[in-house]
């Protein structure tokens, strides 16, 4: 998770926390710094704590532990929404951490523990909140070499991707993946089925930001200069500044963040267009405590599930209705509702249509189609996270989509390597080599570290991944997509894509876990994988 929370952990002299057992009710965890070492201690939660959205929860919070009016932010924290409370029923919520900003403007900028449920974890210990309290920041400067790092990092071409066009070249942060991916008609809509290209025109950043209804303003993380995400205000009384520099000065409140993940998959793969109510839903998720991925995966599901003629749930739900998707996340967050929390996988096996619930192994896809990406079951941690397999299809020059050789590759030799950015915590769109991550660790610690140390921790990571999937049970067979993605049925044949045949997964599945067999005996995991 990124943001400000886990360096205030870290400043208190906690590495890692484990917690065990339940609480009799709902409690605050407080770590604070003290000359001593770590005090860690608990509160009861107050009523703003219990039952309430986490802007309420960070508003008390901060102004708890905080002095907002001196500027003074000592402490920062990690809540669960509402949707952690409810976490026999809700799979997928998620940890909602502060950054420096939202804590200074009152704004909701927020940072998350997002995927597999780490909000419903800690709402299961019925810890509703954690508070990270250091007076004193003690962080490591390291030597003249990092400076030269940060700035290839911020300025350089590894991070042009995700810059302001205006900042050094850059091409549109996180959000012009919408406008990328449906230029090749590939931008999941309605359920992960684009019916052809630039389908979703009206929610692309670029339509958005160029439009008088709204002022953009690119920002970054506290202290970093890539700028990658957008935050949209509305516009003031008198009209949109044609100056963007005074229109900056100037807006009207603020409407949500542009980023890539929530604005798809709750617009354009829900069949909602319109810019107000796409930025309110992703707003939404944040403010329940979810997934955003998760929840609008199973709300595409359902909404092809009743277009379909299987039957009629959640209130009859179709692509396109933004009252009821708005409806339902509220009946999921406050327990209303007690099976479309559990995730596409577990609503398929109780109602059906299990061939269009888009997950691998339980977890749902994110917002790039499995038609495209063979990868996503060989991953360990959500699909696009931890196998950077998703866009080869559109950005790999020497890409052979009908080659299970060329998918084996890449997936058991490339893809985890985007695992690299969880062990040593940077953010996965500074796109850090080895060799930057190795002369970072050399620079701040004063330690002798190679590229190919960074890399056979990689590695080790991913394949121990597999290897615990195996002793928690999970099959061969479980390392699958939905029926209906493959050539021949109903979202295997889209004008934008239509090579991935069954026989061709089947053959790249089996030779791929053959080898991750391979690589978990040689790396000693055997006992893990019935060797």
Not at 24 to 33: E, G, S, Y
Not at 347 to 353: L, S
Not at 403 to 424: C, F, P, Q, R
Request: proline residues 5%; negative net charge; contains cysteine.
């Amino acid at each position: 998770m990124s943001g400000s929370f886990g360096r205030k952990l870290s400043y208190t002299g906690i590495g890692d926390l484990v917690l065990t057992g339940r609480a009799a009710t709902p409690q605050i965890l407080v770590i604070k710094q003290t000359d001593a070492g770590p005090s860690l201690s608990l509160m009861d939660a107050p009523e703003e704590m219990i039952g309430t959205r986490v802007r309420n929860r960070m508003d008390y919070l901060n102004n708890h532990f905080n002095d907002p009016a001196s500027k003074n932010y000592p402490a920062h924290f990690a809540v669960i929404g509402p949707a952690g409370e409810q976490w026999e029923t809700v799979w997928y919520a998620c940890i909602v951490g502060t950054t420096q900003e939202q804590l200074m403007i009152g704004e909701d900028k927020w940072r998350f523990g997002g995927r597999l449920g780490m909000g419903s974890v800690l709402g299961s210990k019925n810890v509703v909140g954690i508070v990270a309290l250091a007076e004193k920041d003690y962080y490591r400067k390291g030597d003249a070499r990092l400076k030269a790092i940060n700035n290839e990092i911020g300025r350089g071409d590894q991070t042009r991707g995700y810059r302001h066009p205006n900042n050094r070249d850059g091409l549109g942060g996180t959000g012009k993946n919408s406008q990328f991916l449906d230029s090749f008609g590939v931008l999941p809509v309605k359920n992960f089925a684009p019916p052809g290209e630039n389908v979703a025109v009206p929610v692309h950043l670029e339509t958005m930001r160029d439009s008088d209804e709204f002022i953009v303003l690119d920002k970054n993380c506290f202290g970093c200069q890539i700028s990658c995400h957008q935050d949209f205000y509305d516009v003031p009384p008198e009209g949109k500044d044609p100056d963007r520099r005074q229109a900056r000065k100037n807006h009207g409140p603020y409407l949500g963040r542009y980023e890539f993940e929530p604005m798809e998959l709750s617009g354009p793969n829900l069949g909602i267009l319109d810019p107000h109510a796409n930025l309110e839903l992703a707003r939404l998720d944040d403010d329940l405590g979810f997934d955003t991925i998760s929840v609008n995966v199973v709300l595409s599901f359902l909404m092809d599930y009743n277009g379909k003629g299987h039957g009629s749930v959640g209130d009859g739900i179709t692509f396109g209705d933004f009252e009821k998707a708005k409806k339902i996340k509220e009946d999921i967050a406050y327990g209303r509702e007690t099976l479309f929390g559990k995730g596409v996988r577990a609503i398929a096996d109780e109602i059906g249509g299990e061939e269009s619930a888009m997950h691998s192994k339980g977890v749902e896809f994110s917002a790039y189609l499995g038609q495209t990406n063979p990868g996503y079951p060989f991953a360990i941690a959500g699909g696009h996270m931890s196998m950077r397999t998703l866009l080869l299809y559109v950005m790999d020059p020497g890409c052979k989509p009908e080659s299970a050789d060329y998918w084996v590759h890449n997936i058991t030799n490339e893809g985890w390597k985007m695992i690299t950015k969880d062990l040593h915590g940077g953010c996965l769109f500074a796109m850090t080599p080895p060799d930057q991550v190795s002369e970072g660790i050399e620079s701040i610690f004063g330690i002798p570290f190679s590229n190919e140390q960074v890399l056979n921790a990689t590695f080790r990571a991913h394949v121990l991944g597999f290897a615990l999937e195996q002793k928690q049970g999970i099959t061969a067979e479980e390392y699958d997509m939905p029926a209906d993605i493959f050539v021949g049925q109903p979202k295997g044949d889209l004008p934008g894509v239509h090579f991935l045949t069954r026989d061709l997964f089947e053959e790249i599945r089996e030779r791929v876990l053959e080898r991750l067999h391979e690589d978990a005996g040689k790396l000693g995991y055997g006992q893990y994988i019935g060797a």
